[in-house]
């Protein structure tokens, strides 16, 4: 049973690119959720989704940042117009259910140049 | 002031010692999560508890919900324990699955 992936694991943006991220659960896992480390910095909750609908996008920047996941295929958290703030690493984390243990991928590397 | 307290920041030890990262936090709570992030950077989840006690070979994870504090114990220290143990909450509101999480607690276990 393959754990949670994300690819790319790496990505070099220049300012202005878009960054599109993604991440495949578990199998089974419905509940996905995306968090953000900054460099130097603590984990941060982003937004949390099921198929098809976002629960909780508290933790979203305003602009530029959206998120999905689709019926089909993997949760995608897409950066427009990138800017060097942005550079960070991305942690995708899924579940089976709400209050159940949250598997993390390897994250995905985000540089903005 | 942080919901989710941990200390000490930074801890080195000697191989062979037992360890203990404490977490505190401040506000109610479904679950509570200790992680451990590697060197390269990816995550591993150690233990979920929401009471009591819990072991996983050298890994014994408490929490005491009145007090709102949780311990991380690791017996017999070994260098490949070196690593960021990041302790995070779960809420018990009704969105309640988001993670806050500590700053982490860098380890460095020396031969």
């Known amino acids: 049973n393959a754990g949670v992936m994300q690819n790319p694991r790496h990505l070099v943006r220049r300012r202005g690119q878009e960054a599109r991220l993604r991440c495949s659960p578990m199998?089974?896992?419905?509940?996905v959720y995306w968090y953000r480390q900054l460099p130097e910095e603590g984990l941060k909750f982003m937004v949390y989704?099921?198929?098809?609908?976002?629960?909780?996008e508290s933790g979203m920047p305003k602009e530029r940042f959206s998120a999905e996941f689709p019926k089909e295929g993997p949760s995608i958290l897409r950066i427009q117009q990138v800017v060097r703030g942005d550079s960070a690493a991305y942690f995708c984390?899924?579940?089976?259910?709400?209050?159940?243990?949250?598997?993390f991928g390897p994250g995905t590397r985000l540089t903005v140049t | 002031k942080n919901e989710v307290e941990q200390s000490p920041q930074n801890l080195t030890a000697q191989e062979g010692e037992f360890i203990t990262i404490n977490c505190s936090y401040s506000?109610?709570?479904?679950?509570l999560h200790w992680l451990q992030q590697h060197p390269g950077g990816g995550i591993v989840s150690l233990f979920m508890?929401?009471?009591g006690k819990k072991k996983h070979g050298r890994l014994i994870a408490t929490i005491n919900i009145q007090e709102k504090h949780s311990s991380l114990h690791i017996t017999a220290s070994h260098p490949r324990d070196s690593a960021v143990y990041i302790c995070?909450?779960?809420?018990?509101?009704?969105?309640?699955?988001?993670?806050?999480f500590g700053e982490g607690t860098q380890l460095t276990v020396n031969p």
């Open positions: 508890l929401s009471s």
């Open positions: 506000v109610g709570i479904s679950a």
């Open positions: 984390a899924s579940s089976l259910n709400t209050d159940y243990e949250q598997y």
């Open positions: 995070a909450v779960r809420s018990g509101e009704t969105s309640g699955s988001r993670l806050t």
């Open positions: 989704l099921q198929k098809e609908n976002i629960i909780d």
């Open positions: 199998k089974g896992h419905s509940h």
